[in-house]
């Protein structure tokens, strides 16, 4: 009986160490994802109230063939901080085949973003900015589109993305480095490591939207 015991204590602390193997190779994995805890909101209140933001404006193409955006906020009573290529913002990139990096557009002050636009004044976006800038130090909040079957390019970024998907498919996929990850649209919060090279791909047949935050206090330090 004494034997059969240590049996099942063996095997189920194998069990319990495999377990804990997988967690642990998990986590080194996707440690450019950070899931935030114990933060989550409404789905279907964001989709709801992002259908009446399109009956009143179109998302802007931002001169990138695929990719457009929809500003939450501004620099205060500055509407050109919304323009251009404010709404894109300074990114690197190795646009050949030298691998040398180069800069596009210009650098931006992201802490003077703090005026929510009055179109979403009253909305559950109204809500979550509010939330999220208790929480984080916040630059630019866009609703970003990306297009079906398509890609950024490969890019890095002067500081990390807050990502709350609001449509989405299996097909979208955030890639950093060498490791692909799929955000489901189910109210979670993913803080994701920017300052790394990476894309963003939509394999679907449908719109990938996100609210996607500028957050100016890193999580991966």
């Known amino acids: 009986m ?12 194998k069990s319990t160490t495999k377990m804990e193997n ?15 805890p114990d933060l989550k909101f409404d789905i279907d209140k964001l989709r709801s109230d992002l259908n009446k933001i399109l009956k009143q404006k179109n998302f802007n193409s931002l001169g990138i063939k695929n990719f457009a955006a929809i500003p939450l906020n501004q620099i205060p009573g ?19 085949e030298t691998g040398k990096e180069a800069i596009r557009d210009k650098a931006i002050d992201e ?16 809500e979550v900015f509010n939330v999220l800038k208790k929480t984080f130090k916040l630059g630019r909040v866009r609703i970003l ?11 890095r970024d002067p500081e990390p993305r807050l990502h709350i998907p609001i449509i989405t498919n299996m097909g979208c996929r955030m890639v950093i480095e060498n490791v692909s990850k799929h955000m489901p ?3 979670t919060v993913t803080i994701t490591n920017n300052t790394k090279y990476h ?9 990938r939207i996100h609210l996607v935050a500028c957050i100016l206090e890193s999580p991966f330090n």
């Open 145 to 155: 589109l990306k297009e079906p079957r398509s890609t950024l390019s490969w890019h």
């Open 22 to 36: 997988i967690e642990n190779f998990n986590k080194s994995l996707f440690r450019d994802f950070y899931t935030v």
């Open 111 to 126: 802490s003077k973003y703090t005026e929510l636009l009055p179109e979403f004044k009253g909305t559950y976006f109204e």
């Open 78 to 96: 500055d509407k050109s901080s919304i323009e251009g290529h404010n709404v894109r913002g300074t990114y690197w990139t190795i646009p050949d």
């Open 185 to 187: 649209a189910d109210g």
């Open 199 to 207: 894309n963003f791909f939509n394999g679907g047949e449908q719109n």
């Open 2 to 13: 004494q034997t059969d015991q240590t049996s099942k204590n063996w095997t189920k602390m």
